[in-house]
């Protein structure tokens, strides 16, 4: 008979699962040892804490569109790793998390990190339930591999997310007895399912509501970027002759050079988006939740649904009509909605667009009276350097292919604001728990699914310090990142919002971290000046090695200087 680590294993590879991040420990360690024999089908990276693990495989999945898997030892994976596991949760990406409960065979004597849930032991059963999508607790070899197949269906099916196989000592260990039911089938077979689309009914009634619309926008957000929808978004802005907002998540939904392209709307946002949003009579949400954020505090000169019909479409019905009531919510995936809208609606929209016509034509002059991704000192040399100066340098240097992984913080304010994004599906970013430390080990996820595109990490450099262990990751398996680290020597947040004299907790030890990496065998150099950028940018990526550029950033800039403020009662 089987052990049960070897269908595991062997689950894996009928699932199609590619990757294992992850550092064996506890009962795990038998499973890793099965994936010594796989490596050419399934491979392993060993990363340098739990955190990384689990933030790499949330960047895998979104960019993949598959989960990676991490493993480890139970109570440093319901800890360390409850970080990417969080984020994965609340931002759609698919994940599988294999982990033990270490109850050293008897959950009910003390044991040494034991996660049984049993008295003198953490209940990590609990914990997993409370921030993932599925948690199944295997107590035999046969439930351990029928859990392994259900965590990988749930962690794929409906709005995707992270799933746990947690597993007893007994159940790792043990062989598997295949002659008697429950029988194990083939992992696939439990993944033939077909997103959900739209009724009929319902596309005919929002084909009604856009026919109708003179002044209609679209706000696509991170459902577009799970559904793999960019091109339906495209189509269907184009018919319709309908501008194209993003939320945060949503960047890069469509290419920011597009020319129905109004950027991201909300607190940190373009004006030209938040201002179209508002003039606009008809708002198509797509797998936008519609934060506080987006909204800008729901600020009714941008969203009102008194004034404004609203549809909105998610995979998930608590979703559409969370924020705002709706005229019409469309459940479902946004890919297959958008190719029923564009199916349904191309005789309407293009044999009449003269009711539009005005309004889409608008949107030039509405860039312009903008900003529309443009700031005075995006055209500035100066020592140190601005922040709005190393996005238009990274903007001129970095091929439009670019892959950017954003971190917290000011940093990914910046960036977000200011960075144009030239093709759609380029941009990724931590929206969930937004937490810092995510764009390093981020990167490292997704230069696996883009092995052939430059993928340029963004963090300010106390993000980067949470992190920085996954260069040593980066170098280890040759995967060329290049981390751009604004380092102004603050939480910078943080640090702005504190009173002058009264900071506390905000300010940090001058650190080379180009130097750091040079330790861990990557590539490295310190920039003080905007002038000596873009020659940084080109050397890092003709290195060929992991790359870390820390700019010297002026910190008295600050996203506050544009952020757009809140609405408050009696303001017109």
């Known amino acids: 008979m089987p052990s049960a680590s070897e269908m595991i294993v062997q689950t894996l590879e009928e699932a199609g699962i590619e990757y294992v991040f992850g550092i064996p420990g506890g009962g795990t360690g038998q499973i890793f040892q099965v994936l010594e024999t796989k490596q050419d089908r399934i491979k392993t990276i060993l990363v340098r804490h739990e955190q990384v693990a689990a933030i790499m495989a949330d960047a895998y999945g ?69 921030m993932t999508k599925y948690t199944t607790l295997a107590t035999d070899p046969k439930e351990a591999v029928l859990g392994a197949q259900m965590a990988i269906k749930h962690a794929v099916s409906g709005r995707p997310g992270p799933a746990t196989l947690l597993m007893r000592s007994a159940a790792i260990s043990g062989q598997v007895d295949l002659e008697s039911p429950p029988f194990i089938h083939n992992a696939s077979g439990f993944l033939n399912t077909v997103k959900p689309a739209s009724a009929p009914a319902d596309i005919e009634r929002a084909i009604r509501i856009l026919n ?6 679209i706000i ?18 184009e018919l319709w002759g309908m501008p194209v907002a993003t939320s945060y998540k949503g960047k890069s939904a469509i290419s920011e050079d597009h020319h129905l392209a109004l950027g991201m709307v909300g607190t940190y946002g373009q004006e030209t988006a938040n201002k179209a949003v508002g003039d606009a009579d008809t708002v198509v ?9 987006e909204t800008v505090g729901e600020r009714p000169d941008i969203f009102n649904p008194a004034r404004q019909r609203i549809i909105q479409i998610d995979i998930d019905e608590r979703n559409a009509g969370w924020s705002f009531p709706v005229e019409l919510g469309l459940i479902g995936d946004a890919k297959a909605i958008l190719e029923q809208l564009i199916e349904a609606s191309e005789e309407i929209a293009m044999s009449d667009l ?25 055209h500035e040399e100066s020592s140190p350097v601005k922040p709005q100066r190393l996005i238009a340098q990274l903007q001129a240097t970095m091929p439009a292919n670019t892959i950017y992984a954003l971190d917290a913080g000011n940093n990914r304010t910046w960036m977000a604001h200011l960075y144009r994004a030239q ?58 990142i290049i981390c751009v680290v604004f380092n102004n020597g603050t939480l910078g947040m ?4 504190q009173p002058e004299g009264h900071k506390i907790a905000s300010e940090f030890h001058p650190t080379n971290n180009a130097t750091v990496a040079e330790g861990m065998g990557a590539w490295g150099v310190q920039v003080n000046d905007s ?34 403020g809140s609405w408050r009662p009696g303001q017109t």
Not at 220 to 237: E, F, P, S, T, Y
Not at 551 to 559: A, E, G, K, M, N
């Open 285 to 293: 949400v797509i797998g936008a939740l519609l934060r506080s954020q």
């Open 220 to 237: 696509a957000g991170n459902g577009v970027h799970v559904a793999r929808a960019h091109d339906q978004l495209q189509k269907m802005a």
């Open 354 to 378: 003269s009711h539009r016509k005005e309004w889409t034509e608008s949107i030039p002059a509405r860039r312009d009276a903008g900003g529309f991704h443009n700031q005075p000192e995006m």
């Open 494 to 497: 943080v640090n702005d919002h």
């Open 531 to 564: 002038k000596d950028l873009p020659d940084a940018l080109k050397a890092a990526q003709d290195s060929g090695r992991p790359a870390v550029i820390d700019v010297i950033i002026d910190p008295r800039p600050s996203p506050d200087d544009w952020r757009a």
């Open 423 to 480: 093709q759609a599906n380029t941009f990724y970013s931590p929206g969930g728990t937004a937490g810092m430390g995510w764009a390093v080990p981020a990167a490292v996820g997704l230069k696996l699914v883009y092995p052939s595109n430059p993928v340029v990490c963004i963090s300010g450099d106390g993000g980067y310090m949470m992190t920085v262990n996954a260069i040593s990751t980066a170098v280890q398996y040759d995967l060329p």
């Open 62 to 130: 979104r960019a993949a569109g598959k989960p990676a898997a991490i493993m480890g030892q139970g109570l440093f994976m319901g800890s360390n790793a409850a970080f990417g596991i969080m984020e994965s949760m609340l931002s759609s990406s698919p994940m599988l998390v294999i982990t033990d409960t270490s109850d050293g065979g008897a959950a009910q004597r003390p044991a040494n990190q034991s996660g049984a849930g049993e008295y003198g032991s953490i209940d990590l059963q609990s914990m997993f339930k409370a």
């Open 212 to 217: 109708e619309s003179k002044r209609p926008v």
